[in-house]
């Protein structure tokens, strides 16, 4: 029996309500500012431990203070896409994203809506998850050929949509042989468009398929230790073709080559800079270096591959460059930006590189 995990913590937290400004009397692009005080916002994070363990996560010493900054300081936030609601424009406690070749920004929210908004915020496409009862998907990523690719966590299996809604295929079961899934969380798609694919709730591992669904590897089992993983969020590749897993739970970033022959590991739990607090997603960008979203710590940092801390961005918070409780990022199409997408703030941000 497949353990019935909760599906993530942040339904549980104390709602907070920022108060949106619309752009240019449209839905567009606009700043968030919020009426929430700093007593709130501490009694919030006061409730982190407690949450993350309702989550699959029992580590009580990862820090969950603002993000601090290495090296230069970060270039500016630039905006704010989307409200809080379930219209058009607006979010659920927005978690996958990902940014197409052309710019396109595409959004799945905890009701279960994906949203495709053009560079410029107009929305282009939306639809529903087939079923979101059990739980709703927290990633997304754009394939070789354009279409997009979703593990569909509680569900236990691999959706591929085109560009404009239509359900292309379906891959998966619910099980812990190889092609199997329990909780299939993370993606990350290589030059050769094969799906490599992370799972937690007890079958904590990697696997890798062919874009149509049949399975080539596979590697990794639930720990600490090296090449073990506790929730492995999320994936990423270098240009050398290296994979970088977040293992969300362990508070560090894995290292691996592409048979799964482990590498290294970076990081520890903790909130100063180079410290991390359930890293969640992370991209490797063009100039070679490693962006990580920080669930527990509200903040981007910056990486070099080998580990050493950079920069950042973020802090705990609901105005203007501030996160709260971020859960996903992408790099725009020429790198010298990124969106996250802003959970309990219920929008999508972006910031400069």
């Known amino acids: 029996m497949i353990p019935n995990f909760v599906e993530e913590p942040f339904h549980l937290r104390p709602r907070a309500v920022p108060l949106p400004r619309r752009s240019g009397g449209g839905l567009g692009w606009g700043y968030v500012r919020s009426t929430l005080g700093s007593r709130s916002l501490s009694s919030l994070l006061l409730l982190l431990p407690l949450l993350l363990a309702a989550s699959g996560c029992d580590r009580r010493d990862a820090g969950t203070g603002p993000g601090g900054a290495a090296g230069s300081a970060p270039a500016p936030f630039l905006a704010v896409l989307g409200r809080r609601g379930v219209g058009p424009g607006e979010f659920s ?9 052309q710019g396109n920004v595409i959004v799945l929210d905890r009701a279960g809506r994906l949203q495709v908004f053009a560079p410029d915020g107009a929305r282009r496409a939306a639809w529903e998850m087939p079923a979101v009862a059990r739980g709703t998907p927290e990633d997304v990523e754009v394939d ?33 042989g190889d092609g199997q899934f329990v909780y299939p969380v993370g993606i990350a798609i290589d030059d050769e468009n094969t799906y490599w694919i992370s799972e937690y709730g007890g079958n904590d591992r990697v696997q890798r398929f062919d874009s149509r669904g049949r399975v080539l590897l596979q590697f990794g089992r639930i720990g600490e230790g090296p090449g073990e993983f506790h929730r492995p969020e ?76 950079l920069r950042a961005w973020g802090r705990a918070g609901f105005g203007d460059g501030e996160l709260n ?20 703030n219920h929008r999508v941000v972006k910031f400069g590189r």
């Not at 406690?93 to 070749?101: I, K, N, Q």
């Open 93 to 101: 406690g927005p978690r996958a994203l990902d940014v197409d070749p």
């Open 325 to 344: 409780f971020p859960w996903d990022l992408a790099l725009a199409p020429d790198g010298r930006a990124f969106w996250v997408t802003d959970t309990s």
């Open 144 to 176: 070789r050929e354009g279409n997009y690719v979703i593990p569909d966590t509680h569900y236990m299996q691999i959706l591929v949509y085109s560009p404009g809604g239509e359900l292309l295929r379906k891959f998966g079961a619910e099980g812990r």
């Open 234 to 309: 999320d994936l990423a590749f270098d240009r050398a073709g290296r994979l970088y897993v977040a293992d969300s739970c362990n508070h560090r970033i894995q290292v691996f080559e592409r048979d799964g022959r482990f590498l290294r590991a970076f990081g520890t739990a903790g909130a100063a800079p180079g410290d991390l607090s359930y890293p969640y997603d992370l991209a490797c960008t063009p100039e070679g270096t490693l962006l990580v979203c920080e669930y527990g710590n509200h903040r981007v940092q910056e990486f070099s591959l080998e580990g050493k801390p």
